[in-house]
């Protein structure tokens, strides 16, 4: 009896752990929703620059020139603030590598004016969540708990 148990214990241990991966890629993935100004200030930047690399400095210059009205709107009460391009650079910090609708932005290396950061626009769609024992190697270990009982 003891040894159903285990490996029934052993089981459900293996299917939390996957159930973490699941959750930290659907995280990873799903469009984040939390920064109201990321998410108008990415779409402005990829239309003045495109997925180049700038710095803050390089950004705040850019929103000076004529044709980019809305990065400089978007810039504007980010700007305004005490703090300015530092603010903004650790506001930049805390968005890496997210998926803030349907724009990612990363660091892609460091200069004399701070990080040097890009802005791609992300193509992938993303999956529905997967329903339990969806997936074929699930399949397979439900027939084998099932054989036990």
């Known amino acids: 009896m003891t040894a159903l148990a285990d490996l029934l214990l052993e089981e ?4 939390r752990r996957e159930l973490a991966e699941f959750r930290a ?49 978007s810039l504007a009460p980010l700007l305004g603030t005490a703090g300015g391009l530092r603010s903004l650079g650790r506001r930049f910090a805390r968005c890496v590598g997210q998926n803030i609708n349907g724009h990612t932005l990363l660091r892609v290396g460091d200069c004399r004016d701070g990080g040097l950061w890009q802005v791609r626009v992300s193509t992938r769609e993303l999956a529905p969540p997967i329903a339990p024992f969806a997936r074929e190697r699930d399949a397979v270990r439900t027939f084998n708990l099932r054989k036990i009982k």
Do not use: K, Q
Request: no cysteine.
């Open 12 to 15: 459900v241990r293996a299917m």
């Open 25 to 73: 890629e659907a995280r990873a993935h799903a469009p984040h929703r939390g920064d109201p100004l990321m998410s108008v200030l990415l779409p402005a930047i990829v239309g003045a620059i495109g997925d180049r690399v700038f710095s803050l400095v390089d950004l705040a210059a850019m929103g000076t020139l004529p044709g980019n009205e809305a990065l400089a709107r």
